[in-house]
């Protein structure tokens, strides 16, 4: 296959990773309502970019990072946990924003890429459909970068697609309505980080 054919096949990977709904989702809508879509960009930027990293690492077969992923994984998913649940514990107190904060946008991009990286079914994810594609190349390095690229491009879209669909939206909502959205976003960003915290507690547990 062409390289071309490459990159598509990894944008579409890469979209159909990022379009699922979950914590990092809530948080740049949420942020797009507050700041508009340049803020949810923004954030959509840093898990593109994380996305990538962990593409790039199915798509080269990158077994010494992979190892050393392992590695510190278990602190990294209990970070990620934690500060889940501080801007759960933050939006839920938070009043809606009137207006564009300074540096609004650097720290989403920062907030997403780490609990991106936190998530070990990212990696998992491109490794399973780069392999069960055939596309997992390993010594191509070609490839391996059209792949990646790709998944970043699929990734970055569906997040813009996103942020500007919620702007649109934004003009129309009022800050009592904007009240309540950050005290349901809050919630649902603690459920999260207690599913997650429930869920790491059951893998990590010893065997009977």
């Known amino acids: 296959m062409s390289l071309a054919g490459d990159f598509a096949q990894g944008a579409v990977v890469g979209l159909s990773i990022a379009a699922p709904v979950g914590p990092i989702g ?5 942020r797009t309502l ?29 077994t010494a990072v992979s190892a050393a992923l392992a590695a510190v994984m278990l602190p990294l998913q209990v970070a990620g946990i934690a500060a889940l649940g501080w801007l759960g514990v933050r939006t839920l107190m938070q009043p809606p924003a009137t207006s564009a904060a300074h540096g609004a946008h650097t720290g989403l991009f920062a907030q997403t890429f780490f609990l991106t990286l936190t998530n070990p079914a990212t990696i998992i994810s491109f490794a ?81």
């Open 26 to 30: 809530l948080l740049c809508i949420r």
């Open 128 to 208: 399973a459909i780069f392999a069960g594609l055939g596309l997992a190349t390993g010594g191509d390095a070609g490839r391996a970068t059209a792949l990646v690229a790709g998944a970043f491009a699929g990734s970055l879209a569906w997040w813009v697609i996103l942020s500007i669909a919620v702007g649109f939206a934004r003009a129309r909502i009022t800050q009592r309505v904007m009240t309540w959205i950050n005290r349901g976003a809050g919630m649902l960003l603690l459920g999260f980080a207690a599913l997650l915290a429930i869920r790491l507690a059951h893998s990590v547990r010893p065997m009977a």
């Open 34 to 62: 507050d700041h508009g879509a340049r803020a949810g960009i923004a954030g959509g930027l840093g898990t593109a970019a994380a996305d990538a990293a962990y593409a790039a690492v199915a798509a080269f077969g990158l």
